[in-house]
């Protein structure tokens, strides 16, 4: 049996031909037309007519009220149509008159929407009733002619019903093959929409008036999360725009890195032309985030080094311990003179710094699992920056916070994001300090990426980091601080890392260096207290 909707198409057009055929034959059986037809002729086509134009609407009526199945009326409207045109063509004259092909017609119908065998019952029902038209019509007597016209009619049906039965086959296999290839598209045109929108690569297409037209998440992310309405790449990103302006006339893509001011991201930008509408070229760019590479190249680097730096601290201690020992059993004597109780106390203050490099060191290999949970944001920052006050002995005035009042849920290990923010803050105090001013710590909570993700900014009023080195900052051992041990920011990033929270340095108009952490917020199903599998514990640690 055909499906359902092909047959319940194909009735809207079956319904309509039939009316428009009852119409016909109304007025052919009650106009002058008529009069040639004698006998009891005349009654039975107009019997057959009116039977037919009521058959017509009721069909009508019952297909668009669905009140019977679309297969069942159609087999049961085909073969009331064949009887009664049948009855038309017999009182017009039978097989002599034209109207056999309105007959051949219904099979052919029959044949595209029906299963072949009651398409083949209809081309027997046609062959029987023409075969008894002509011997109707010779009154008993069966000639040769008749009888070779009405098996050659006999013939083209049965000829019309495999014919078109196998038409109809063929075009609902191709119809269902067609709508397997639409929706198997369809779902490949959603695949590759989701992987474009999820790539961690940018992409984005601009028209050859600088006018951004797409660009997926990534690329909004790189580009310092523009508003919707501004569009134009020269604004956005005007070095990226200079990119493809030389890209554009030399046709060569430079692979040498391009550092976008909005978000400080290093990417190297490759450019495709595509064919855009009305004649205009469009041009299809990809951001490759050089940190994403140099990140998993940084993280299994600095795992090996975390396991050698371990071992050799551990062989450090025990001896660094004799030193700073013995340095205290000679500072305690009362005869040494003022120069060597200077050089003592050299002693004794690198003895500890050494001794805190050691500390370090000992937390990068000290693997803990994160406790992962749901945390009130805004409670947590007050209180953090409550303690760090007291710790340090602060004005309210030298540790600001610019937190909305409504609570902010987020998931995060309260306890390890503390050491983290803790040894951030106190970074800032060592290295923003300036002769003319006060270091000012500005705590800063604000929704990015549509409130999916919350950003926790730690600005200071000092100078910033410079250009240079803001590549080097979060490197082991790296600092420009001459008491630093050049592993305060790196611990820092190992702490956000296990809680799944990015940590990185961001350029905000007229303030010194801000880091952001990227923190995540609930989904609907998450529970609290999930355990991570990223797993890391150290204590607090300042560079």
């Known amino acids: 049996m055909a499906d359902e909707e092909v047959v319940g198409r194909a009735l809207h057009y079956l319904n309509a031909f039939r009316v428009l055929v009852s119409i016909a034959a109304l007025i052919a059986v009650f106009s002058p037309l008529a009069g040639e037809i004698q006998g009891y002729r005349i009654f039975l086509a107009q019997a057959a007519a009116l039977t037919y134009a009521g058959s017509a609407i009721g069909f009508l009526v019952f297909h668009l009220r669905r009140s019977i199945d679309v297969s069942e009326l159609a087999s049961f409207s085909l073969a009331s149509d064949l009887i009664l045109i049948g009855l038309i063509l017999h009182a017009f004259g039978g097989i002599e008159s034209a109207l056999?092909?309105?007959?051949?017609?219904?099979?052919?119908?029959?044949?595209?929407?029906?299963?072949?065998?009651?398409?083949?019952?209809?081309?027997?029902?046609?062959?029987?009733?023409?075969?008894?038209d002509a011997w109707l019509s010779q009154r008993g007597a069966l000639e040769a002619r008749s009888l070779f016209q009405a098996a050659l009619y006999g013939v083209g049906a049965f000829g019309i019903a495999?014919?078109?039965?196998?038409?109809?086959?063929?075009?609902?296999?191709?119809?269902?093959?067609?709508?397997?290839?639409?929706?198997?598209?369809?779902?490949?045109?959603?695949?590759?929409?989701?992987?474009?929108?999820?790539?961690?690569?940018?992409?984005?297409?601009?028209?050859?008036?600088?006018?951004?037209?797409?660009?997926?998440?990534?690329?909004?992310?790189?580009?310092?999360?523009?508003?919707?309405?501004?569009?134009?790449?020269?604004t956005i990103a005007p070095p990226l725009a200079e990119r493809l302006e030389r890209w554009r006339k030399t046709g060569k893509t430079e692979d040498e890195g391009l550092l976008l001011q909005s978000t400080q991201s290093a990417v190297v930008p490759t450019m495709l032309t595509m064919p855009g509408?009305?004649?205009?070229?469009?041009?299809?760019?990809?951001?490759?985030?050089?940190?994403?590479?140099?990140?998993?190249?940084?993280?299994?680097?600095?795992?090996?080094?975390?396991?050698?730096?371990?071992?050799?601290?551990?062989?450090?201690?025990?001896?660094?311990?004799?030193?700073?020992?013995?340095?205290?059993?000679?500072?305690?004597?009362?005869?040494?003179?003022?120069?060597?109780?200077?050089?003592?106390?050299?002693?004794?203050?690198?003895?500890?710094?050494?001794n805190d490099i050691v500390e370090n060191v000992l937390k990068l290999s000290r693997r803990e699992r994160a406790r992962i949970e749901s945390?009130?944001?805004?409670?947590?920052?007050?209180?953090?920056?409550?303690d760090f006050r007291r710790y340090h002995k602060l004005d309210s005035s030298r540790v600001r916070l610019e937190v909305p009042s409504a609570a902010i849920m987020v998931?995060?290990?309260?306890?390890?994001?503390?050491?983290?923010?803790?040894?951030?803050?106190?970074?800032?105090?060592?290295?923003?300090?300036?002769?003319?001013?006060?270091?000012?710590?500005?705590?800063r909570v604000s929704p990015i990426r549509g409130h999916r993700e919350i950003a926790l900014d730690i600005i200071d009023n000092g100078p910033g980091i410079p250009l240079e080195k803001r590549s080097q900052v979060f490197e082991p051992f790296f600092t420009t601080h001459k008491q630093g041990s050049g592993l305060g920011l790196y611990l820092a990033r190992q702490l956000c890392d296990a809680n799944q929270a990015p940590l990185e340095y961001v350029q905000v108009p007229n303030s010194g260096a801000c880091f952001r952490i990227l923190l995540r917020r609930p989904e609907s199903g998450e529970v609290a207290g999930r355990i991570s599998k990223q797993p890391t514990r150290a204590k607090r640690a300042a560079g």
Not at 181 to 210: M, P, Y
Not at 425 to 441: C, F, G, Q, S, W
């Open 100 to 132: 056999v092909i309105l007959l051949l017609f219904t099979v052919g119908i029959a044949g595209l929407i029906l299963d072949l065998r009651t398409t083949l019952l209809f081309a027997s029902l046609v062959t029987l009733g023409l075969l008894l």
């Open 162 to 234: 495999v014919g078109a039965s196998l038409l109809g086959r063929w075009g609902r296999e191709y119809k269902l093959l067609a709508e397997r290839r639409g929706l198997d598209l369809a779902n490949l045109g959603h695949i590759n929409e989701l992987i474009i929108h999820k790539l961690r690569s940018g992409v984005l297409v601009v028209d050859s008036q600088d006018r951004i037209r797409q660009m997926n998440e990534a690329a909004w992310y790189l580009l310092g999360n523009p508003p919707v309405n501004d569009r134009n790449l020269r």
């Open 277 to 354: 509408v009305n004649e205009t070229e469009a041009t299809l760019i990809f951001l490759e985030d050089t940190s994403v590479v140099s990140r998993r190249a940084r993280d299994l680097a600095q795992a090996s080094l975390a396991r050698l730096s371990a071992s050799i601290a551990h062989e450090i201690r025990n001896p660094l311990g004799a030193l700073s020992h013995a340095a205290q059993l000679i500072d305690e004597s009362e005869d040494l003179n003022k120069a060597d109780r200077k050089l003592v106390g050299m002693m004794l203050n690198h003895a500890a710094r050494m």
């Open 375 to 386: 945390v009130n944001l805004i409670s947590w920052i007050r209180k953090l920056a409550g």
């Open 411 to 443: 998931l995060i290990d309260a306890s390890q994001l503390s050491q983290a923010v803790w040894n951030l803050m106190e970074n800032a105090l060592k290295h923003a300090r300036t002769e003319d001013r006060e270091v000012v710590i500005t705590l």
